[in-house]
């Protein structure tokens, strides 16, 4: 079972059991069944056979429309060698307040993506003083990500349970 404020989701190996709780919960509590798992926290939830898929298109998308890169040429790497940061660099100062705001964006779609946790992490450290240098880097990552929106985790089932309500 996981619960955040007034979202409840319940997986269990037997529907049974589920149903019993579903019926218990609504006799203690007013509350609707909204049935299979499709969406939690802003994070997509696709189960089809024995494939659950995890991604955050729409919040991607979202991102990039608040950053300003929704019409950027997407890239199909991340950060390139290119991308090194001197300490006595004479790049000028950018917005911090809209650089952490990136980046605490990316923080929250690291949850689906991890192929971007070491380059988000890594551009973090200078979130109090960037430069022109770390945003170029921070918009690079968004024109990966641009590349990349219907990227997620995806696992097998191995053993028997039954949907995610």
């Known amino acids: 079972m996981g619960v955040y404020v007034d979202d409840l989701i319940?997986?269990?190996?037997?529907?049974?059991?589920i149903s019993d709780f579903k019926q218990t919960m609504m006799k203690k509590f007013e509350m609707r069944d909204l049935g299979l798992l499709t969406s939690y926290l802003g994070i997509e939830v696709e189960q089809t056979g024995d494939v659950i898929r995890l991604k955050q298109k729409n919040y991607a998308l979202w991102l990039?429309?608040?950053?300003?890169?929704?019409?950027?040429?997407?890239?199909s790497t991340l950060l390139e060698a290119r991308?090194?940061?001197n300490e006595g660099s004479k790049s000028q100062p950018v917005d911090s307040t809209k650089f952490r705001s990136i980046i605490g964006s990316l923080r929250y779609l690291i949850h689906t993506r991890p192929d971007l946790t070491y380059y988000v992490g890594y551009l973090s450290r200078y979130m109090?003083?960037?430069t022109t240098e770390?945003?170029?880097?921070?918009?690079?990552?968004?024109?990966?990500?641009?590349?990349?929106?219907?990227l997620g985790l995806q696992e097998r089932i191995r053993v028997h349970f039954d949907r995610i309500q």
């Open 83 to 85: 991308f090194k940061f």
């Open 134 to 150: 770390h945003m170029a880097a921070l918009k690079w990552i968004l024109r990966y990500v641009k590349g990349t929106v219907n």
């Open 64 to 75: 990039l429309e608040q950053s300003g890169m929704q019409g950027c040429n997407s890239v």
């Open 128 to 130: 109090e003083a960037p």
């Open 10 to 17: 319940v997986t269990r190996n037997s529907e049974e059991c």
